[in-house]
């Protein structure tokens, strides 16, 4: 189970849990539940449980968000090629 701590500054009905959750109140919850509690003013990771839950989640979101946008990674720039040294003192002809 991961923990999750209750920041919003007041008591929180929670209907997913179908209880009230009070304030500074830490709960525990499956990790896959982890992200719906991602509102950081309201809802704090407490325990490396929730936090990996947490990171994975959102990595799968935005993963699954560029896939359904077809956005693709940008490839690395190409280095600008070096311009070779010139000498550019006029030459008497």
Known sequence: MAKIRNVSGEDRFVPSLSRLVMDGQVIEVDPEQVYAFT???IWEA????????????EADYQARL?????????????????????DNTPQEG
């Open 66 to 86: 560029a896939e359904a946008e077809g956005i693709t990674p940008d490839p690395e720039p190409e280095p600008e090629p070096v311009a070779e040294a010139t």
């Open 39 to 41: 509102q950081s003013a």
């Open 46 to 57: 407490v325990d490396k449980a929730a936090q990996t839950a947490d990171l994975e989640a």
